[in-house]
């Protein structure tokens, strides 16, 4: 059972050649080792999930999305439903980035329905949290804290810390203060609950987060778009455990 999740964020990049070319990178990295101690998960823009998916096996990789939509389905052009993700095979869904708040003014109660959307259909939502105040939209969503006798990731649902000052910037914050948000959202949300952290990591800085007690892994996005940096986030997330 995997102790730490690595999860790929692409946003809005790489087209198909470029991902192709990607995935043979990490490939030639081989990056092998205890696999089972570490999920490696890419978020790719949804058209490239399926190119995902085909690798995924062959290098070990949980294939994720990056939002799915609010409407469980129907008449709303341009949206693609958490059904036809997990009828694809996605495992992961990243839902609540700051990056759809600030630019589609994602509300709470969207996200709060994209979380129980994902729970409904057996997709494990990664929630993306900057402040206190959006916990609030996980609280609500009918998520069950697991019990105490099940074990990350059999938890149902992940929280991200990602501060907006550290998205993107090249500063992330500090692994101690991870570690204390990651407390203090486990005390809201349940112990079982795994909180990443996410802004601005690379291999320079990824296991100062991880050595944290309570941060179970990284969403990882400027980084992740480079297979050999990202490989060397995995190799020396390896090396940890
Ligand atoms: P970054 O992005 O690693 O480029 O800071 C992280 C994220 O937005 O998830």
Redesign the pocket.
């Known amino acids: 059972m995997p102790k730490i999740l690595i999860v790929a ?1 692409w ?1 809005e990049n790489l087209d198909k050649k470029e991902a192709e070319e990607w995935l043979e990178g990490y490939r030639k990295q081989e990056v092998e080792g205890k696999k089972q101690a570490i999920e490696v998960v890419i978020c790719p823009p949804f058209p490239l999930i399926p190119l995902v998916l085909g690798y995924s096996k062959g290098l070990g990789l949980a294939t994720g999305a990056q939002t799915i939509s609010h409407f469980e389905k129907g008449a709303y052009t341009g949206e693609v439903s958490a059904e036809q993700l997990k009828s694809l095979g996605v495992k992961y869904v990243i839902v609540g ?1 700051s ?1 759809l708040r600030e630019h589609f003014g994602e509300t709470n109660k969207q996200i709060n329905q994209k979380i129980k959307l994902c729970l409904k259909y057996g997709l494990i939502p990664i929630v ?1 949290v900057s402040e206190f105040n959006q916990i609030e939209a996980v609280r609500f969503s009918n998520f069950q804290p697991p019990g105490s006798n099940l074990k990350p990731p059999t938890s149902n649902l992940i929280i ?1 810390y ?1 501060p907006l000052f ?4 090249g500063q992330p914050d500090t692994p101690a203060n991870a570690q204390k948000m990651a407390l203090a959202i486990k005390k809201i949300l349940g112990e079982n609950v795994w909180v990443l952290y ?4 690379n291999s320079q800085n990824a296991t100062s987060f991880l050595q944290e007690k309570d941060i179970h892994g990284l ?5 992740s778009l480079n297979p050999i940096e990202f490989s060397q986030i995995i190799q020396a997330t390896y090396e940890l455990h």
């Open positions: 964020n946003k980035h990056e993306c991200a990602e550290a998205i993107g910037s996410g802004g601005s990591v969403l990882i996005g400027g980084a």
